[in-house]
Nanobody, 112 residues
């Protein structure tokens, strides 16, 4: 079955960086569109970024220029490099396969 496992979250000061990982299994990762979402306390889950099987990417306006999505098809892993983090980036970040599958989420907290 589809399994998505996020890691790399944590507490970071404003302006800092984190790199999230999503380890995938149970499907053909290399041919799958993959996305990152996030959900802040009291808010709806929102789309952050996506990357196609060919490596074409798109970002939400709120993270454009600060976040970078990438993938390693040989390792069945997707990444989200987050730089210049802001307190409003605080959320649980989820890995998502649009054809079906969500990870359990990893908490990112940006605070001084």
């Amino acid at each position: 079955q589809v399994q998505l496992v996020e890691s790399g979250g944590g507490l970071v000061q404003p302006g800092g960086s984190l790199r999230l990982s999503c380890a995938a299994s149970g499907f053909t990762f290399s041919s799958s569109l993959m996305s990152w979402y996030r959900q802040a306390p009291g808010k709806e889950r929102e789309w952050v970024a996506q990357i196609t099987s060919a490596g074409v990417y798109n970002y939400a306006e709120s993270v454009k220029g600060r976040f970078t999505i990438s993938r390693d098809n040989a390792k069945n892993t997707m990444f989200l490099q987050m730089n210049s983090l802001k307190p409003e980036d605080t959320a649980v970040y989820y890995c998502h396969r649009p054809l079906g599958g969500w990870g359990q989420g990893t908490q990112v907290t940006v605070s001084s």
